[in-house]
């Protein structure tokens, strides 16, 4: 069976919760309003999809958010939760880590030409690896094993948790430093196709581990 994990108490920025105070946050009331916030930046940033779309975006980002702060953190310790912090696309987020997701899949959807980027067969052939930003991003991929090993032994997600904010700041500066589509020889994207869906395939099976979803698209 299962094995619970206790956690302290989840507060609010604005300041701790008290049942005499009448500041007690009900947990559907919580996911309710993350949701709520979650949609106003999913409708700010992609104004032009679809409504039912735009909805499932914002619950998929909203849900997200709010586990990645909870599981980020070590289980005996208070859990401050920040709307701003947790449903930021550029920082230490849940929704930063799910938007690397989206831009690999967009990456590997433009380089074969295809709607659903996890429908890719495995590539064939050695991967070269040359550049600093790709040693990096590749060497902390082969520690994922022994990362989860450690969250298991521990009984602490924090440790999966900060192995995906890494894997997808890693992957942001090799993104940045190395192209890919238009990368010097065909090779070379090849070689840089194939680490893009090691690194996908990594954050989807790691934020997967903590019940978080990583959509294709956002």
């Known amino acids: 069976p299962p094995e619970p994990i206790f956690y302290n108490y989840i507060l609010l920025k604005e300041g701790k919760m008290s049942t005499r105070k ?3 946050v009900l947990l559907s009331d919580f996911l309710d309003e993350v949701t709520r916030q979650a949609r106003e930046r999913v409708d700010e940033q992609w104004p032009d999809r679809p409504e039912n779309e735009r909805a499932e975006i914002a619950r998929i980002i909203g849900i997200g958010a709010v586990r990645f702060t909870i599981l980020s953190v070590k289980p005996n310790r208070n859990v401050i939760f920040d709307w701003d912090t947790a449903l930021s696309f550029t920082g230490d987020s849940g929704p930063y880590i799910q938007y690397s ?10 380089h074969a030409g295809v709607e659903a980027a996890d429908d890719l067969p495995a590539p064939e052939g050695e991967v070269s690896i040359v550049h600093d930003a790709e040693w990096a991003l590749v060497l902390r991929l082969a520690l994922v094993e022994l990362d989860t090993a450690a969250a298991l032994d521990g009984r602490n997600t924090g440790i999966l948790a900060n192995t ?7 992957f942001s500066a090799f993104y940045n430093a190395c192209p890919v589509l238009n990368a010097d020889s065909a090779d070379t994207r090849a070689s840089r196709i194939a680490i893009c869906m090691a690194v ?6 790691l934020l997967g581990i903590i019940g978080i979803e990583a959509p294709e698209r956002m």
Request: hydrophobic residues 40%.
């Open 200 to 205: 996908r395939r990594t954050l989807v099976n």
């Open 101 to 110: 997701c989206t831009r690999i899949a967009s990456i590997l959807r433009k």
């Open 164 to 170: 995906a904010l890494d894997i997808a700041k890693r």
């Open 22 to 24: 009448g500041t007690v």
